[in-house]
């Protein structure tokens, strides 16, 4: 209902006028019949009457004519808006979800690594440990004195057989420490380059997954640059819109000498307020 009556003439004139109607476009064209007919039949003071009452009526219509399409434009905005964020927050949620997911496969490859390591290491340890013998073979020295000692014993050399026999415990024991000194080392050096290695799989699993992290972040970002650019285009368009809505209302509105080229606009704005929001839903199917 138009809250039209605020605006009245005087008591006089009121009396000259026809009676006001629930509509306003409607009571507006009523007020211009009459206006005309009163015009037509010589009643010039009730066709001036009209005239004023109805100008009154044309810049409340007016203004409220505004207001509506701005309030409609407001609406438009917030649903653009709103739609916007909803979209944003689905963005959020699915991104979320995969880095959580590709954290976790992450995660997944670097445990295996480690118990694939773990376990090599203990087979490469009980490998060294089965091809590096505890003792070392003789020395050309060592078998020399073992069998002049053998000889002797023959012999019955045992005073001298004795001797040597000390002479080759000395000489295990020396070579016996000498080897174990170069076992260890070497054990220790193959260990040293097994770990080098097992560290240079790390390093390179750790890349690997910080290349493709950082890819996603890129991704993510241009997604995100994408969705914020397209509303800004939307939103801009939009506004575009409305503005020459509000512009080719208010010249229509200026140019207008006619009550039926009046109630033509408020045809027109409302018309045009069907398209912009066909084309929101439009926008919205392009999302």
Not at 68 to 77: A, G, L, S, V, Y
Not at 233 to 241: I, P, S, T
Not at 246 to 272: E, H, P, V, Y
Request: glycine content about 2%.
């Amino acid at each position: 209902m138009h809250n039209y009556r605020g605006v009245r003439p005087s008591t006089a004139k009121m009396n000259t006028l026809p009676p006001e109607t629930e509509n306003l476009e409607e009571y507006m064209k009523i007020l211009y019949d009459h206006q005309k007919a009163c015009e037509k039949s010589g009643k010039y003071l009730e066709a001036d009457c009209a005239k004023q009452r109805l100008k009154d009526l044309k810049i409340k219509y007016e203004s409220k004519t505004k207001l509506d399409i701005r309030d409609r434009h407001e609406q438009e905005k917030y649903e653009l808006t709103k739609q916007h964020q909803a979209e944003m927050q689905n963005f959020n949620a699915f991104w979320e979800e995969k880095i959580q997911e590709f954290e976790q496969d992450a995660q997944k490859l670097k445990n295996e690594l480690q118990q694939k390591q773990e376990d090599e290491m203990q087979q490469f340890l009980q490998d060294l440990e089965g091809s590096i013998p505890q003792t070392p073979k003789d020395s050309a020295e060592l078998l020399s004195l073992k069998k002049t000692e053998e000889q002797l014993a023959r012999q019955e050399e045992y005073l001298e057989a004795h001797k040597i026999q000390s002479r080759i415990a000395q000489l295990q024991k020396e070579e016996q420490e000498k080897w174990t000194l170069l076992r260890n080392n070497k054990i220790k050096n193959l260990l040293t380059q097994q770990k080098i290695k097992q560290a240079n799989e790390t390093n390179v699993l750790n890349q690997r997954i910080e290349n493709a992290a950082d890819e996603q972040r890129k991704n993510k970002k241009a997604e995100e640059d994408t969705l914020t650019q397209k509303y800004m285009n939307v939103k801009k368009e939009l506004e575009g819109k409305q503005l020459q809505e509000l512009q080719r209302i208010d010249k229509d509105f200026k140019n207008t000498t006619s009550i039926f080229i009046t109630s033509r606009m408020s045809k027109m704005a409302s018309q045009t307020g069907s398209q912009m929001q066909s084309e929101d839903q439009q926008f919205k199917g392009k999302n």
